[in-house]
């Protein structure tokens, strides 16, 4: 036994004094009870002081846990993975019955496959490890959590030593302050296989347009060999070169030059005849060109080139491109300054692309602008998406404005290939979502329904205003597949039958059918054409294209709604609010219209401001807070707003740039101004060489590197610079710099990720806008592809630090422990335990008296009078058996001699009890008994007197 922290044992001087002074002080007791209490209480006080002092039991450790840790990334060969199976068999059967065993496995992360027991049988592996990384030191952590107390602690690390992520020799440093020991086997020796790799791209960081560059490739192989190394930039071949490879590192210097400012990505890709894995034959990298500013128009119709070829009248070079054109990755879009969705539907972008979009905004400057059109904002279908959110303006307009109430009536197909999973989501479950956003976007005193159909059409949602949103929300939530399949005719009477009663002016009909499997088409389209003679609109979504597709789409046409295609079912929640949205009416205003200015500034400067000619048309949005509102219409609803996400600025002009519904304006001398200005105020501004920004990546780390200076290379201040990463899934990250040396500051984050990281360095300009600087890198391939040979430094530095050794054979494994150790058992629960058991007896002993000497003086004397009570048993037969003697032998006598004295009463011996040994007391035969009155006998004596003397 031990105490952690001895020097509270003091405490017991003055709870020892406290209770002294109880005693003397304590009345109204009696000594016993007195003493009981003190007693309680010293317990008490003795418990919870060896609590505090931290009260430990050791005991010597018996017997060995030994903990087996496999590497089972994708370096391990399928070779090594056996040997490991092998070994630990082996290893197994050298145990006595005394020792234990686990075993944990590890890639990325770290299982238990078996823990600690005396089972002496390889386990078959089940867990699922990420191959694509090493975390030794998580393992490492693992198996030390694992062992049970009271055995010797050893773990025994079969890897290659190469690590990914993770810090294996601290972690083995914090083992072996647990007196834990590991052993290692290393793995990964030289297999006569032939390995070559892609090791990096060197290449500077910036350069300017025209100007020459050397890309330097660096190639590490593990034996002589020959093989083609290519070089492209953007896509293209720059250069292809047949080269020789030596064992170890080698490099490769390629020369190109830039002709177009933007980002230039370089990506090298090898080709070697000896190459056993060619996971790891490609490598990339970035140049920041310096030069003339571009810009990127997104439109569903590239072919318009009205906006394009105003700008490049104002000297801004415009790429146009349409759906298909599309960046999918973050490098392409780092090549614009800014970004223009000219009258481009959502529809035409995934997921992905809107992200990588809104991440270059916010986290790399890029500006964005939206331009409206019957493709943008509301009609767009953009309600709810990423993009709308970064936007200066609010779609959500039918929450604002007084609007007549609409009756909108959903329903979906419910049947069985709904219930197939697309993108990680059930397609039901996609058109709940859908159906949800539209909820969202109605006002309160519009009404919805929201209904399933299969072999029966069942509303989760009745026909119900929108007073409680979150209810009616939860309702359509419960769309669920009930199996057959979707039937048209019953489901668009159904829906004719709902909005027939309602009494909006504005009534809607939203069905979701699969295009590959509608049937029942009998009179639906009769249906269709008498409920749009009724001022019912129908729309129609079909998923997938498919064989009944057309049907689907005539439907729509006949019905006066809108047919949308639907070829992934992530688009449902858009068309939904977007069909929604065209149908109330809400989302375009129609009318010629002059431009109110609401305030002054340069994007209307010299053009506007000068008097400009009518549009004719506009979409409806509603300007978010700490926004400028520029422009309004002569209904005071909001025209061009300018506004802030992240590190860019983003514009919002709600009519378009068509000769459409800016047919007037195409022709105005100040078309072509107004436009080069509105970009120009968005487009991202690089710094004036303040800062110099250097990105490097290594195991799973991005490090990067800020040197900060003025024209004159004097080290400034950059403490107040904002660090933003995007990074490869869309998401980013803000870092915090560390000053380093003079004018010099660092940052690292995870990058395990593959894909492209951005890295901005921003400084607030003075007029209050962000001047930001670009670099970045790119992850190829996972790390774990880059290791070729085994890290046998790092595994004898492991085994070194806990006083382990690298094992040759299995049987090394259950050898003795040189230091076994001791289980230590803190008894501080326990104590704690029992104090306040104790605690509730003191209590009970002060506040109830219990006369203990009463009780026991009582106990003696139920014991004593029991005893009696046994004895007087005992001897009440013999007593009566004595008394019936007695009585036979008196009326023996009595016979034998006669009495002349006539007899006046009944003379009785008297029965005397039995004497304390047993025994009856004899009578005397002369002594009788005369009856008294008060006895029964006497009384009948004496009434028989009376009868005599009456007698007489």
């Known amino acids: 036994?031990?105490?952690?922290?001895?020097?509270?044992?003091?405490?017991?001087?003055?709870?020892?004094?406290?209770?002294?002074?109880?005693?003397?002080?304590?009345?109204?007791?009696?000594?016993?009870?007195?003493?009981?209490?003190?007693?309680?209480?010293?317990?008490?006080?003795?418990?919870?002081?060896?609590?505090?002092a931290g009260t430990e039991i050791r005991k010597p450790n018996v017997g060995l846990c030994t903990v087996f840790v496999l590497d089972r990334s994708d370096s391990i060969k399928e070779s090594d993975r056996k040997r490991q199976e092998e070994f630990v068999r082996n290893a197994l059967k050298s145990m006595s019955l005394e020792d234990e065993a686990a075993v944990v496995t590890f890639g990325g992360s770290a299982a238990i496959?078996?823990?600690?027991?005396?089972?002496?049988?390889?386990?078959?592996?089940?867990?699922?490890?990420?191959?694509?990384?090493?975390?030794?030191?998580?393992?490492?952590?693992?198996?030390?959590?694992?062992?049970?107390?009271?055995?010797?602690?050893?773990?025994?690390?079969?890897?290659?030593?190469?690590?990914?992520?993770?810090?294996?020799?601290?972690?083995?440093?914090?083992?072996?302050?647990d007196g834990v020991q590991i052993d290692t086997v290393s793995l990964?020796?030289?297999?006569?296989?032939?390995?070559?790799?892609?090791?990096?791209?060197?290449?500077?960081?910036?350069?300017?347009?025209?100007?020459?560059?050397?890309?330097?490739?660096?190639?590490?192989?593990?034996s002589t060999m020959a093989g083609i190394l290519q070089l492209e930039r953007d896509g293209v071949v720059v250069q292809r070169r047949a080269v020789n490879l030596r064992e170890g590192s080698n490099a490769f210097v390629f020369s190109d030059k830039l002709s177009r400012a933007g980002f230039a990505r370089y990506r090298a890709s090898l080709e070697a005849g000896k190459d056993t894995d060619v996971r790891n034959n490609l490598g990339s990298t970035f140049v920041r060109v310096d030069g003339k500013p571009r810009v990127l128009l997104i439109q569903q119709d590239p072919s318009e080139l009205t906006l394009a070829k105003a700008l490049q009248a104002k000297s801004i070079a415009p790429d146009v491109v349409g759906p298909t054109g599309i960046p999918t990755r973050a490098e392409s879009l780092q090549s614009y300054e800014a970004v223009v969705l000219n009258d481009v539907n959502a529809m035409s972008f995934t997921p992905q692309q809107m992200r990588l979009l809104v991440s270059a905004a916010k986290d790399a400057g890029i500006g964005l602008a939206m331009v409206g059109g019957e493709n943008s904002f509301l009609p767009g279908g953009w309600y709810g998406s990423p993009v709308a959110d970064a936007l200066p303006v609010d779609l959500?307009?039918?929450?604002?404005?007084?609007?007549?109430?609409?009756?909108?009536?959903?329903?979906?197909?419910?049947?069985?290939?709904?219930?197939?999973?697309?993108?990680?989501?059930?397609?039901?479950?996609?058109?709940?979502?859908?159906?949800?956003?539209?909820?969202?976007?109605?006002?309160?005193?519009?009404?919805?329904?929201?209904?399933?159909?299969?072999?029966?059409?069942?509303?989760?949602?009745p026909m119900q205003s929108l007073d409680n949103k979150s209810a009616v929300i939860a309702a359509a939530r419960k769309l669920d597949v009930t199996g057959g399949g979707i039937y048209i005719r019953p489901t668009i009477k159904r829906a004719e039958e709902v909005l027939n009663g309602e009494p909006s002016k504005v009534r809607h009909f939203i069905l979701l059918a699969d295009g590959g499997d509608s049937t029942d088409w009998d009179t639906a389209y009769v249906t269709a054409a008498r409920m749009r003679g009724n001022k019912i609109t129908t729309s129609v979504v079909s998923i997938g294209r498919g064989k009944d597709t057309e049907y689907l789409k005539r439907l729509a046409a006949v019905?006066?709604?809108?047919?949308?295609?639907?070829?992934?079912?992530?688009?449902?929640?858009?068309?939904?609010?977007?069909?929604?949205?065209?149908?109330?009416?809400?989302?375009?205003?129609?009318?010629?219209?002059?431009?109110?200015?609401?305030?002054?500034?340069?994007?209307?400067?010299?053009?506007?401001?000068?008097?400009?000619?009518?549009?004719?048309?506009?979409?409806?949005?509603?300007?978010?807070?700490?926004?400028?509102?520029?422009?309004k219409t002569q209904k005071d609803d909001v025209l061009l707003v300018t506004g802030q996400t992240g590190l860019a600025s983003t514009l919002a002009f709600m009519s378009d740039s068509h000769p459409r519904w800016a047919s007037e304006w195409v022709g105005w001398s100040g078309y072509s101004d107004f436009w080069a200005q509105a970009v120009r105020s968005i487009s991202r501004r690089v710094t004036r060489n303040s800062y110099q920004v250097r990105v490097a990546q290594n195991q799973g780390k991005g490090l990067v590197t800020v040197r900060a200076a003025d024209s004159l290379g004097n080290p400034i201040d950059a403490s107040g610079a904002t660090l933003r990463v995007a990074l490869p899934n869309g998401e980013s990250v803000e870092l915090t710099p560390n000053q380093v040396g003079p004018g010099e500051y660092q940052a690292s984050f995870d990058a395990e990720k593959l894909g492209s990281y951005i890295v901005t360095v921003a400084e607030k300009a003075p007029d209050g806008k962000s001047l930001v600087q670009s670099s970045g890198f790119s992850v190829p391939y996972p790390p774990?592809?880059?290791?070729?040979?085994?890290?046998?430094?790092?595994?004898?530095?492991?085994?070194?630090?806990?006083?382990?050794?690298e094992l040759k054979e299995p049987k090394q494994a259950a050898r003795p422990l040189n230091n076994p150790g001791v289980s230590i058992s803190?008894?501080?629960?326990?104590?704690?335990?029992?104090?306040?058991?104790?605690?509730?007896?003191?209590?009970?002993?002060?506040?109830?008296?219990?006369?203990?000497?009463?009780?026991?003086?009582?106990?003696?004397?139920?014991?004593?009078?029991?005893?009696?009570?046994?004895?007087?048993?005992?001897?009440?037969?013999?007593?009566?058996?004595?008394?019936?003697?007695?009585?036979?032998?008196?009326?023996?006598?009595?016979?034998?001699?006669?009495?002349?004295?006539?007899?006046?009463?009944?003379?009785?011996?008297?029965?005397?009890?039995?004497?304390?040994?047993?025994?009856?007391?004899?009578?005397?035969?002369?002594?009788?008994?005369?009856?008294?009155?008060?006895?029964?006998?006497?009384?009948?004596?004496?009434?028989?007197?009376?009868?005599?003397?009456g007698d007489e």
């Open 188 to 222: 990964g020796e030289k297999s006569g296989q032939g390995e070559a790799l892609v090791a990096g791209i060197e290449a500077p960081d910036s350069a300017r347009e025209g100007q020459p560059i050397d890309v330097r490739v660096l190639v590490d192989s593990n």
């Open 784 to 805: 774990e592809y880059r290791m070729t040979r085994p890290n046998r430094p790092l595994l004898e530095q492991v085994a070194k630090v806990t006083k382990g050794e």
């Open 113 to 177: 496959e078996t823990l600690p027991g005396g089972g002496k049988e390889f386990p078959r592996l089940l867990a699922k490890i990420e191959g694509s990384a090493s975390n030794l030191a998580g393992a490492l952590r693992l198996a030390s959590a694992t062992f049970p107390p009271g055995k010797g602690k050893r773990i025994v690390l079969l890897s290659d030593g190469n690590e990914t992520s993770g810090d294996a020799l601290g972690a083995a440093e914090a083992a072996s302050v």
């Open 559 to 631: 019905g006066g709604g809108r047919f949308y295609l639907a070829e992934r079912v992530s688009k449902l929640p858009a068309i939904f609010t977007q069909d929604t949205s065209m149908m109330a009416r809400s989302a375009i205003e129609d009318g010629a219209f002059l431009p109110k200015i609401t305030m002054d500034d340069e994007i209307i400067s010299g053009n506007v401001a000068s008097g400009s000619p009518p549009l004719l048309a506009y979409c409806l949005v509603e300007a978010r807070p700490l926004t400028r509102t520029i422009l």
């Open 1 to 52: 036994m031990r105490f952690t922290q001895p020097w509270m044992l003091l405490l017991l001087l003055p709870v020892f004094g406290a209770l002294a002074y109880s005693w003397r002080h304590l009345h109204g007791m009696t000594v016993a009870r007195k003493r009981l209490a003190i007693g309680a209480r010293a317990f008490v006080g003795l418990l919870l002081v060896l609590s505090l």
């Open 826 to 949: 803190e008894l501080w629960p326990i104590l704690i335990a029992i104090a306040c058991g104790l605690f509730l007896v003191d209590i009970a002993l002060r506040r109830i008296a219990v006369p203990i000497p009463e009780l026991f003086a009582k106990l003696r004397q139920d014991i004593r009078e029991k005893k009696g009570q046994s004895v007087a048993a005992t001897a009440a037969p013999i007593a009566t058996l004595s008394a019936a003697k007695d009585r036979s032998r008196s009326k023996q006598t009595q016979r034998a001699t006669p009495s002349a004295t006539p007899i006046t009463s009944e003379k009785k011996p008297v029965e005397t009890p039995a004497s304390s040994f047993g025994a009856a007391v004899e009578p005397s035969s002369t002594a009788t008994v005369e009856p008294t009155e008060s006895s029964t006998a006497g009384a009948l004596l004496a009434a028989k007197k009376r009868r005599k003397t």
């Open 396 to 461: 959500n307009i039918r929450q604002r404005k007084s609007m007549a109430a609409v009756s909108v009536c959903i329903i979906a197909d419910a049947s069985g290939s709904m219930g197939a999973v697309e993108d990680g989501v059930t397609k039901i479950r996609m058109a709940a979502k859908a159906a949800e956003e539209t909820i969202k976007m109605l006002a309160p005193m519009d009404r919805v329904g929201v209904a399933g159909s299969s072999d029966g059409i069942e509303f989760v949602a």
